[in-house]
């Protein structure tokens, strides 16, 4: 090694984050000393950004897929100006500190996504692909490219063998996301050891099956040889772009460097000392970067500002030829008014038939496409199920990127994922769809996008055993106790037309906030006094004539149960509330007063039922009450004798009541 600047500017990444990680004694120290020199090559001299408006719309984007990472970004972060300080990094891992031990989405600049599990930040960073070519597609006009940016990702080996992996790049192939370059740290170690012992295909030809073509950098130190195969990369537009790069986990310790040891402990205080040798640094001062380095720094990020400058001028000039579509660039950039559907009559459009109300779903999906121009997105090869097309639109692809449609196929998990990327990039709209049993695949990316605080929407339908003949694979039982169990979501089952219309409308005014659409595949009547109230998440629904006696709280399909089962209740003198209770998680955020005014604390008499698992329901019911619901998996059948059949019915309801003393 020399002592050039680009060579100690490198350095000073490895330098910093093994620092970080020793003074915390936590982390993965071997990704950021392999790393750094493709890192560094490709934020210094490829990756547009504006050290001054980190949120620039044009921006490159770059996610660290490999988050266990996170100092090699946290270093970078620091290092070209975007955020941090020296204390934030000395600080790496502590609680209430802003470097976590994997990088979350919002707790500072440069951030693009929160990436830890494996493989996730592949999808993201494939749905940030598809989502500028989508926006270019849309408003990009001869001579006035203003989305015109790149995406890339790093990966490593446990992200490449991960499922997810191949089925996001398999779509980005299919697409020809061609602005996508994925940086892969090919160190050939795991945790447990030498990769061979469990991953020996060639990931780049698996890459070029999917449509990518594929570089290979040899020597992952060389930076001349790096900034070429990107430069290669990025004057090509005719497919995405995946580029081996053969690294040296840990490089620059020399105790362990290409073991699995540099994976995931602190290199040691007696190897953090021989690293710096070996790597020429010129103090053992921990947390030192010499002044011509940061100067270096500096200068590089200074020279990101004239592509931000130009295009600012550029956009000023397209406001000018093209008012129209300036307006509509600005309506996608901006939250979606609530005045817009609040007040509008056709987004509450009443229903006077039974309906499933995954088509009840689907009527409010075609009406607010006319509404929200940049709604994006589709289902997992089950859109006439889940009625989740918008009919007259195009399916975004290869041919047509301005399609608002989007084929997922049958890829669950990158689906979650490609949409909060999607999502992410911002300028976007989303929306997934799936049958609510195979949410089991979907639930990691709707976690991280709860934990990411972004309103993503999931539509999950052919709700409970109404499934009928496809029989238990397909029947949920545990997975509404599962959604609702994630923190910062929200999950809606709606009872008929006017619930759905009022779940859609609180997904679609989430600002933080991920959303549920839990909805049937069978036809439901509509309810009288059901909708807005919806809103406040539980509401009584259908009431008694003097204070109630008796409290039956239903969702979805079990609310006509219960207000059948009331009416015959009524009939033999009993008061009886029925409380719709479409979303526990929003009338959780309701006040107690208003509670209290719903389930008043006085009538413990109460009865739950919903045709899913009762894990949860003894929070409303309390030790006095019951609760009607399935206590194992389904069964292939008619979907209403499926019902008899497990007990889910009017009296099994008119009896719970009975039953309570």
Not at 175 to 182: F, G, H, N
Not at 201 to 226: C, H, Q, S, Y
Not at 345 to 352: H, N
Not at 628 to 640: D, E, I, L, P, T
Request: net charge negative; proline share 5%.
């Amino acid at each position: 090694m020399n002592n050039d600047i680009e060579t100690m500017s490198v350095n000073a990444i490895r330098v910093l984050s093994a620092d970080a990680i020793q003074k915390a004694n936590s982390g993965h120290p071997g990704l950021p000393l392999g790393v750094a020199p493709m890192a560094y090559e490709l934020w210094a001299h490829f990756l547009k950004f504006n050290p001054k408006d980190a949120k620039w719309a044009d921006r490159d984007r770059f996610v660290l897929s490999g988050g266990h990472g996170s100092m090699l970004l946290y270093s970078l972060i620091y290092l070209f100006g975007l955020d941090y300080t020296k204390e934030d990094i000395m600080n790496f891992r502590q609680l209430g500190s802003r470097t976590p031990g994997h990088p979350e989405y919002g707790a500072a600049n440069g951030i693009e996504a929160t990436t830890g599990p494996l493989g996730a930040g592949i999808g993201m960073a494939v749905g940030m692909a598809a989502a500028e070519k989508h926006l270019a597609a849309v408003f990009n006009r001869p001579g006035y490219e203003i989305v015109n940016h790149r995406t890339y990702v790093e990966c490593g080996d446990g992200d490449l063998m991960e499922g997810i992996s191949s089925e996001a790049l398999s779509l980005a192939g299919t697409w020809k996301l061609d602005k996508l370059t994925v940086l892969y740290d090919s160190n050939h170690i795991s945790i447990e050891g030498d990769t061979s012992i469990a991953f020996t295909e060639d990931p780049a030809k698996r890459a070029e099956a999917f449509g990518f073509k594929t570089l290979l950098v040899e020597d992952g130190n060389n930076l001349e040889e790096i900034g070429k195969a990107i430069a290669i990369a990025n004057a090509d537009d005719s497919a995405p772009y995946f580029i081996t790069v053969k690294t040296t986990i840990g490089y620059g310790c020399p105790a362990k460097q290409g073991t699995n040891k540099a994976h995931g402990e602190p290199l040691g205080e007696e190897n953090v000392k021989a690293m710096k040798e070996f790597l020429e640094w010129p103090s053992q001062e921990p947390f030192f970067v010499p002044e011509e380095v940061y100067a270096h720094y500096r200068k590089l990020s200074e020279d990101k500002l004239p592509a931000y400058t130009a295009w600012e001028k550029l956009f000023a000039a397209y406001r000018t030829a093209y008012p129209e579509l300036a307006a509509l660039w600005d309506e996608y950039h901006s939250n979606i008014d609530e005045a817009k559907l609040s007040e509008d009559a056709g987004f509450w459009e009443p229903c006077d038939k039974a309906e499933a109300t995954r088509a009840s779903s689907g009527a409010v999906i075609n009406y607010i496409k006319n509404k929200i121009p940049h709604l994006f997105g589709g289902s997992a090869d089950l859109s006439p199920s889940n009625k989740t097309d918008m009919k007259g639109e195009e399916y975004f692809s290869a041919v047509t990127p301005e399609g608002r449609n989007i084929h997922f196929g049958v890829r669950e998990m990158a689906m979650g994922a490609i949409a909060n990327g999607m999502l992410l990039h911002g300028g976007l709209r989303t929306y997934t769809g799936t049958f609510f049993v195979f949410s089991d695949y979907l639930k990691p990316m709707a976690r991280l996008a709860a934990l990411m605080e972004i309103p993503q929407i999931f539509v999950l339908t052919h709700d409970s055993i109404g499934v009928g003949e496809d029989g238990p694979t397909h029947e949920p039982i545990e997975q509404l106790a599962m959604l609702r169990s994630i923190p910062n979501f929200q999950v809606f089952r709606p009872c008929d037309r006017a619930e759905t219309e009022a779940a859609w409308y609180a997904a679609l005014q989430s600002d933080h906030t991920p959303t549920a659409l839990i909805l049937t595949r069978q036809n439901l009547p509509q309810i009288p006094g059901s909708g807005r109230r919806a809103l406040q998440g539980a509401y009584v629904i259908d009431d008694c004539d003097k204070d109630p006696e008796y409290i039956i709280i239903a969702t979805g399909s079990e609310v006509s149960l219960a207000v059948d089962a009331k009416k015959r209740l009524t009939e033999e003198g009993y008061q009886v509330r029925v409380v719709s209770m479409p979303s526990m998680e929003v009338f959780e955020q309701q006040s107690d007063a208003y509670k209290e005014s719903v389930l008043p604390k006085h009538v413990r008499k109460r009865v739950a039922v919903e045709a899913l698992s009762d894990f949860g329901w003894a929070k409303y019911t309390g030790l006095d009450g019951k609760v009607v619901s399935m206590h194992s998996f389904g069964a292939s059948g008619n979907g209403s004798q499926l019902f008899k059949h497990f007990g889910i019915t009017t009296d099994a309801v008119v009896d719970a009541v009975k039953s309570l003393k």
